[in-house]
């Protein structure tokens, strides 16, 4: 049987200071190098992605922006990606500002460039967010007082950054209709706030993985999570793994919990159960 090894990104693999461990890049290496498929499936976008992942010999491609995208890492080549319908972003936006939020609107331009469109910095979530980003990716972001132009670009996905209590009106409107998928869920590194993002019907982790499994000729999928938006590729796995520091509706998914991001969780994994001939 040949077994396809996915692993989350932001509180799965990387630790608390949002990079892989030295200790679990070369544990994955030697896996991989000993012919372990392993892959990333990630609510980042490839740019943001790209330089975490640089040291880990990443063979096939990886999901992003939680399915949006199918790349692969190395050669940023794309070989599935599923954009919201204008008219649905046009919708989502309204919403947010309806209930007082900001938006944050994705998307790949006319000159096939990332772009990322937002109001500014508002609360303690989004100052770590789109701080972090701008140390590295300011070309990306564009600070806009009307999204009409920004909407008719190719949409990757809509999000704000908040409050649950401000942002469940939302999440409840968007979560029943069949044009577009809800992630919702707490922010790992800010506690207190919480992030939606609504992206096409088509574009979930549970999806992605699937197809990379299937094109790639796998007969099973193990996979290794965290937050809310894993819980998808939790329910189409034939094993699935939280980390110790995983939300509590993760760790009740999953087949078995494991050691935390902070201890090598995902790595040490593989690599007892190579070392057991599994």
């Not at 069949?178 to 869920?185: F, R």
């Not at 034939?238 to 919990?257: F, I, M, P, T, W």
Request: aromatic share 8%; proline share 3%; with cysteine.
């Amino acid at each position: 049987m040949k077994t396809l090894y996915v692993s989350d990104l932001d509180g799965t693999l990387l630790n608390s200071s949002l990079r892989v461990s030295d200790a679990s890049v070369q544990m994955i290496n030697v896996l991989i190098g000993e012919g372990l498929p392993f892959t990333i499936a990630t609510a980042r976008s490839i740019e943001s992605a790209r330089e975490l992942l640089s040291g880990i010999h990443l063979s096939l491609p990886a999901v992003f922006m939680n399915g949006v995208f199918i790349t692969h890492p190395q050669t940023g080549e794309t070989v599935r990606e599923h954009f919201l319908p204008c008219s649905v972003g046009e919708a989502i936006v309204d919403a947010y500002l309806r209930e007082g939020l900001k938006p944050v609107v994705y998307t790949i331009d006319g000159e096939d460039a990332s772009r990322v469109y937002y109001r500014g910095v508002h609360n303690r979530s989004e100052e770590l967010y789109i701080g972090d980003r701008l140390q590295t990716q300011s070309e990306r972001f564009r600070i806009t007082s009307d999204f009409t132009a920004c909407l008719q670009e190719k949409l990757i996905t809509v999000n704000a950054i908040d409050l649950p209590e401000k942002l469940e009106p939302v999440y409840k409107a968007f979560s029943e209709r069949e044009d577009c998928i809800c992630h919702y869920g707490p922010d790992v590194y800010c506690p207190g706030y919480y992030w939606l993002e609504i992206s096409s019907a088509h574009a979930t982790k549970s999806r992605a993985v699937l197809e990379v499994k299937e094109r790639y000729g796998y007969n099973r999928v193990v996979v290794f999570g965290d937050n809310l938006n894993d819980l998808s590729m939790f329910e189409i796995a034939d094993e699935s793994y939280a980390v110790a520091n995983a939300h509590e509706l993760v760790k009740q998914a999953a087949s078995r919990v494991i050691d935390s991001n902070d201890d090598d969780g995902v790595a040490r994994f593989l690599a007892e159960r190579k070392r057991n001939g599994k």
